[in-house]
């Protein structure tokens, strides 16, 4: 069985609720990028279609699992637009052919349905599954994974029982980054950055991606601390790493600002006040991040409010 670090209770509470059969049918996993929803939500799986009931990784139905072609198991990922679609019965992959699916009869007794970045689906998507999440056929699991759940439809969330995953501890980051071969030196100056995620330092561990990000805070302090003209241009991270990613760390590195640890490389001139206020923007930002704002405008034009009225 795979040991997934980190949330050893929510897992030890879902795993001991799949074995026993008490499991809830419609699930809700939220809590921050990656801190091992996904996996426990396809160990859940293993666990309930395991030959030997264990998760074992090496019966017929684990493997199956491991590689996708299990015909109980259906993982649904957001498309290269970062959209679950609504789509069509025939168009694998979104929501109307997920609900054709799950209303076929099952092979075996149980099935799993992994829904990941749930928040992903639009309100039509989300609308359509609200049936299949209130009354999901006998022996059918329908788990949603997200990283922003105030995004799904309350009527979505007060359907599901909700399990909150919570960050990684520094030692939890520590045993992934040495298992993923990063050395000693370069995580030690990540795991500040990375608020708990796996996903998060192994991004900040890519090439030139930390320094970018490094840049990109010098830029917003040094114009606070002597506004001159902000151009700075997030666009290149943000097309590498996505915008939540890039808003997510540019708050963790402005968090760093606030605890008594100051970093060598952190602005000395920067006092607390303001980086508290560019956390407020920066926390603006991400909530229009979905209404796909202009981000760059609008960092600018909350950076010289920010000045003109300090
Ligand atoms: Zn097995």
Redesign the pocket.
Known sequence: MTQIVGNTVQQSILLHAATNNILPHSLLFSGLEGIGKKLCAVKLA?TML???G??????P??RQIDHATHPDVIIIEPNEKGNIPIGTDDQEGSIRWLIGRVNLASLNQKRVIIINDAHCMNIQSQNALLKTIEEPPAHTFVILISSERNQLLPTIRSRVTEYVFHPLSDSDLVSILHKSGIDRQTYDSIIPVAGGSASYALTLARDSLFSQLKEAYSAIAGFICQPLVFSYDLSPIIHEIGAYRTIDLLINIFRLHCTKNMLPWLHSELDQTHAVEIIKILLELRKGISRNINIRMALKGMLYSLCFTK
């Open positions: 293993k395991c030959a030997s264990n998760a074992c990784n090496t019966c139905s684990c």
